[in-house]
């Protein structure tokens, strides 16, 4: 086993909510040190989101005595200290923390750190190999910098939720906070390339991103079918917009999904059910775009004889990459899941064994051997840290 590409990285992790913890937990799954550092009494916002809660003995609870099914999803891999950053005190120790860290993680509202004497300046004199994840809603500056964000309201701000729906009048939010997620991983991403080009140049620097960012960083081929084309893309449920057919079809028990990404897999898929590819309207992607309504029926008319399941059986024989919708209870009893490292097992100082889903990435050597990391530690109880983190403080 492998400790991990960023082992010996040291990140002190400022943040809370969602944006700023994923991406401390994300160097925490490549085998950085992070030190999350507390507001004394509460902790993270996130330890009072439920429910769900789960209580000591691992049930599932409505009461904020338990522990927070948010907060764990956000935050293994990790140490906690809790600090009163507007004392003497907790500024001498984050100042010790700093001098001796590779990374700050922070998402505060623009000015906060400036107030508490930690200002971005301040930071790079502390330590000047020091490189700065600054993560914000709306961006530090421009028209609207500062501006509060939160992930539903950066989804529909920056355009997401435009293009997520049953029909233009159905704007739906993405299941996940998906604004929060993308610009954690857009900062880590960042704060990698930095670390990078610290190591040319011996110097840290600040990295910024916003959930409005994360979410335009991601706009794809919506993006440039606005600027280039001068085309908005509107929420058209779960067909694709420039591919057909492309999305979810119904059958004779349930649905199934397709994904017809080449005219060469459109003969092969006609050939499969009985149709002619070559008939008028359907001989080419665009023509069966522009016709979306008429392939959408045409392919639910091939669909209903089969039950998802002989319907999958055949398409796989075909060689039509398709697949079903799982709900999570599904994904997470599923072989292969557990086989890609997507489930991690660990030990919570009040819940004791837990499963938690897992870091996303895996790691090889040229011989082929896995250094992936596979020990992980569970998201820690508030200030469990403090002890041993203030002796690290006084011994390095």
């Known amino acids: 086993m492998s400790a991990g590409p960023l082992s010996g990285t040291v990140v002190v992790d400022l943040s809370r909510a969602l944006a700023g913890p994923h991406a401390g937990q994300m160097f925490g799954d490549l085998g950085a040190r992070v030190i999350k550092v507390e507001a004394p009494g509460h902790g993270d916002d996130t330890r009072g989101w439920g429910p769900p809660f789960v209580n000591d003995a691992g049930r599932a609870s409505g009461s904020a005595d338990g522990v927070s099914t948010y907060f764990l999803s956000c935050n293994r891999n990790k140490e906690s200290i809790a600090l009163d950053l507007k004392s003497d005190t907790g500024s001498e120790v984050l100042t010790a923390l700093l001098e001796r860290a590779d990374v700050l993680v922070e998402n505060f509202r623009t000015g906060v750190l400036d107030r508490l004497g930690f200002s971005a300046e301040r930071l790079l004199e502390i330590n000047p190999r020091l490189v700065v994840l600054s993560i914000t809603g709306f961006g530090h500056d421009g028209p609207e910098g500062g501006r509060a964000g939160y992930d539903q309201i950066a989804q529909g701000e920056a355009g997401l939720m435009s293009l997520t729906g049953s029909s233009p009048e159905d704007p739906q939010r993405v299941g996940v906070p998906i604004a929060d997620l993308l610009a954690g991983m857009w900062g880590a991403y960042g704060v990698l390339a930095a670390l990078l080009e610290r190591e040319r140049t011996g110097r840290g620097q600040v990295v910024r991103t916003s959930l409005l960012a ?183």
């Open 214 to 396: 994360g979410v335009v960083g991601i706009h794809a081929f919506q993006g440039t079918r606005q600027t280039v084309a001068h085309e908005t893309g509107r929420a058209q449920g779960n067909h694709h917009p420039s591919i057909a057919p492309y999305g979810l079809f119904r059958c004779r028990d349930g649905a199934v999904q397709i994904a017809v990404g080449s005219e060469g897999l459109w003969r092969r898929f006609c050939d499969s059910f009985g149709l002619d590819a070559q008939a008028p309207g359907l001989a080419s992607n665009p023509e069966r775009v522009s016709r979306r309504d008429d392939v959408i029926a045409l392919v639910e008319e091939a669909f209903a004889p089969y039950d998802a399941e002989d319907l999958l059986a055949r398409l796989a024989q075909a060689g039509i990459p398709a697949g079903k919708v799982r709900t999570l209870d599904e994904v997470y009893a599923w072989d292969q899941v557990r086989s890609q490292g997507l489930l991690v097992d660990v030990d919570h100082d009040a819940l004791g064994p837990v499963t938690l889903p897992g870091p996303p990435l895996r790691f090889f050597d040229g011989d082929g051997a896995e250094t992936t990391r596979t020990e992980h530690t569970a998201p820690p109880v508030l200030d469990a840290d403090k002890a041993s983190v203030l002796a690290w403080l006084d011994q390095s």
